[in-house]
């Protein structure tokens, strides 16, 4: 079974920086790969998103803060998140979908942001 280690949450001071990462337990390709967060009460929703050529997509509210980027080599994804708000206060779930077909879905067991006031 693969699983999808997450690091590099914790707590952080409004305006400051935390870089996520996340790694495959299995050397598994991957096509695309994203991050997503999730508050208490609410819906989980897409962070930001990247697929195996590179290209990005990101939520208005993370755009020109937040950078998604990946290792092919190692199917690594990393989020580096800067001017962080309290808003961005979340627990972040890394996730991945295989490049082979039947496509297989792996999600993170999610990690605590808290960014202070």
């Known amino acids: 079974q693969v699983q999808m280690v997450e690091s590099g949450g914790g707590l952080v001071q409004a305006g400051g920086s935390m870089r996520l990462s996340c790694v495959p337990s299995?050397?598994?390709?991957?096509?695309?790969m994203a991050w997503y967060r999730q508050e208490p009460g609410k819906q989980r929703e897409l962070v930001a998103s990247?697929?195996?050529?590179?290209?990005?997509t990101y939520a208005d509210s993370v755009k020109d803060r937040f950078t998604i980027s990946r290792d092919n080599a190692k199917n690594a994804v990393y989020l580096q998140m800067n001017s962080l708000k309290p808003e961005d206060t979340a627990v972040y779930y890394c996730?991945?979908?295989?490049?082979?077909?039947?496509?297989?879905?792996?999600w993170g067991q999610g990690i605590q942001v808290t960014v202070s006031s």
């Open positions: 996730y991945g979908i295989t490049a082979w077909t039947p496509q297989v879905e792996y």
């Open positions: 299995k050397n598994v390709r991957m096509n695309t």
């Open positions: 990247i697929i195996r050529l590179g290209s990005t």
